[in-house]
């Protein structure tokens, strides 16, 4: 996100209602409400990625390739597994994870784009699986594109940047 755009400042009615929408999709996603997190919050044109991460020198920048990703994702491809989730053959989630999303650090700026803002975030997603009793920490920076559509806001962009170079999780059938 470019900081040299107009910021959002916290005491206005936009950015409150960024953060309602931020509350209000990771209780959907910790809900196990991953259709209705997906029709009401996920515009058609969304791209959805989490890219490699590498070890770098600092000279090479923050180590995130450019084409190389975990997860590259479309409206059709998120759709695909959320009604994978719902199917009976979903094993790599029965049981389904327990997941609690940590979002803060919520930054919000207006963009050249007709109704389109950039929200950078930070993300804990705390997982655990079946009778696991350390959990899985995720911790991640977000930068979302939020675009009003029909009046509401509707996830455009999500590019999740992990901390981690190593993701020592049994699967990413998960939503950041």
Do not use: K
Not at 122 to 132: A, K, P
Not at 147 to 160: K, P, Q
């Amino acid at each position: 996100m470019d900081s040299t755009l107009p910021r959002v400042t916290a005491d206005t009615a936009l950015y409150a209602e960024v953060l309602d929408w931020i509350h209000f999709e990771a209780e959907l996603l910790d809900d196990l409400r991953e259709r209705d997190w997906l029709e009401s919050m996920v515009s058609r044109d969304v791209t959805y990625t989490v890219p490699l991460r590498q070890t770098v020198e600092r000279a090479r920048g923050r180590g995130f390739a450019p084409d190389t990703y975990h997860l590259l994702e479309t409206y059709g491809s998120l759709s695909s597994r959320v009604t994978r989730n719902e199917t009976q053959y979903a094993w790599a989630e029965d049981p389904p994870s327990r997941i609690r999303h940590f979002v803060t650090n919520v930054r919000v700026h207006r963009t050249d784009g007709p109704d389109v803002l950039a929200v950078r975030s930070n993300l804990l997603l705390h997982r655990t699986r079946q009778d696991q009793s350390v959990p899985q920490l995720l911790s991640a920076e977000r930068h979302d594109q939020l675009r009003r559509e029909d009046g509401r806001l509707m996830l455009l962009r999500r590019d999740v940047l992990l901390d981690l170079t190593v993701i020592r999780t049994h699967n990413l059938a998960i939503f950041f």
